[in-house]
């Protein structure tokens, strides 16, 4: 059946170090959401991405849908103690625009 | 403020105590989802309505109920709770469909059956 990757599942850097997180599906997406959940929290959406090679920019985050629509990417750069969270990918299901697959998330820790 | 309000936060409860954790939207969004969240399995649907009267399973529907009588509430029920519903439960909505519009989580209900 349809599978959502995130790698990696830990992310530990440095305060000002830069991180990615990997979304990758085994299938073709008409869309992929991110959302960030912070340590206690409830999980934020950050943004959507529709379109083919589509890159979208929120201050220090960058998001980028890959060519085939198969996987994506979450770029930070510079990290804050801020930044601290899990972030999710959410697909949507076979082509069922009522239901989304998650990724387990990325948990980014840093040190300030 | 927009928002999505869940009750209660925390919840301790006894095998076999029938028990609802509500759910409240004012956004006036058609969609509303719970999911529940384990540790290594990530967030898994229960069930979802696409509007009022209109209900439908998830992943993981065992054990649950729900109801959407008005388009801001969608109570979920746990008629005879087990430890194994022992989870962080998550209500979320969406102006329109699920996978397509972003989703405004509650706060969340840590429930603890015993």
């Known amino acids: 059946g349809q599978q959502v990757m995130q790698i990696p599942q830990y992310q530990h850097v440095q305060e000002g170090e830069d991180f990615t997180t990997y979304c990758n599906s085994s299938?073709?997406?008409?869309?992929i959401q991110w959302y960030k959940q912070r340590p206690g929290g409830h999980p934020v959406f950050l943004i959507q991405?529709?379109?083919s090679g589509e890159v979208k920019k929120q201050k220090r985050l960058t998001f980028q849908f890959g060519e085939a629509k198969k996987n994506s990417s979450l770029h930070i750069t510079a990290t804050q103690t801020t930044d601290v969270g899990t972030y999710f990918c959410?697909?949507?299901?076979?082509?069922?625009?009522?239901?989304?697959?998650w990724g387990l998330g990325t948990s980014l820790a840093v040190n300030p | 403020e927009a928002q999505v309000t869940q009750n209660p936060r925390y919840l301790i409860t006894v095998t076999g105590k029938k028990l609802t954790v509500t759910c409240s939207q004012n956004?006036?969004?058609?969609?509303m989802s719970w999911y529940r969240q384990d540790p290594g399995l990530g967030l898994r649907q229960i069930y979802y309505?696409?509007?009022?009267?209109?209900?439908d399973k998830g992943d993981v529907p065992e054990g649950y109920k729900v109801s959407r009588k008005e388009k801001r509430n969608f109570p979920l029920i746990l008629e005879s709770p087990s430890p194994n519903q022992t989870s962080l439960y998550f209500c979320?909505?969406?102006?329109?469909?699920?996978?397509?519009?972003?989703?405004?989580f509650g706060n969340g209900t840590r429930l603890t059956v015993t």
């Open positions: 979320a909505s969406s102006f329109q469909t699920g996978a397509e519009t972003p989703l405004h």
């Open positions: 956004m006036n969004h058609e969609y």
């Open positions: 299938t073709t997406l008409s869309n």
């Open positions: 991405l529709v379109k």
């Open positions: 959410a697909v949507p299901r076979g082509g069922n625009n009522r239901k989304l697959i």
């Open positions: 309505s696409m509007n009022v009267e209109v209900t």
